[in-house]
């Protein structure tokens, strides 16, 4: 299973920029009438998706190594771990229900401006939620040194 968690350094940026492509393509899209950008949003957020369930299986499996095989002094490092997973999860979530909603809208062709302005809003607020992800797991990273050969 240390291969599972190899991948999470290897695939975590992937829904950062991701996430937030989609945010720029969505607005710029929607802002200039551009429907190319509008439509490869969806796409861009879909993959997203995809790569974020890659980096939460990676991440969970990398927490449960670092648990089992880490350093003798897991109390310093467990709330930072435990806040960044579940941040993790929550942009999952979050995202995953944002697209089923953005994808329905699509299907049913009622992309208002009003419906727009509020998707727009929701995928700020994913945005935010996945930038307060990342900053967490850097902290573990380049505060605390956990997954780096200072804690070996």
């Known amino acids: ?5 190899d991948l999470h350094p290897l695939v975590i940026h992937f829904p950062l920029v991701l996430f937030i492509l989609y945010f720029f393509f969505e607005s710029i899209g929607f802002l200039f009438k551009k429907d190319f950008l509008t439509k490869s949003s969806v796409i861009i957020l879909l993959l997203g998706i995809f790569f974020s369930i890659i980096s939460v299986l990676s991440g969970n499996q990398a927490e449960q190594m670092f648990f089992i095989f880490g350093v003798d002094d897991l109390e310093k490092y467990r709330e ?6 579940d941040l993790a999860t929550y942009s999952l979530a979050y995202f995953t229900l944002f697209t089923f909603l953005r994808i329905y809208y699509l299907l049913k062709k009622k992309l208002s401006s009003k ?13 935010i939620l996945i930038i307060l992800t990342g900053l967490s797991g850097g902290k573990l990273v380049y505060e605390l040194g956990v997954g780096t050969k200072l804690l070996k």
């Open 1 to 5: 299973m240390k291969f599972i968690a």
């Open 80 to 85: 930072s771990i435990i806040n960044h997973s």
């Open 115 to 127: 419906v727009m302005y509020i998707i727009i809003l929701l995928s700020l607020f994913g945005v």
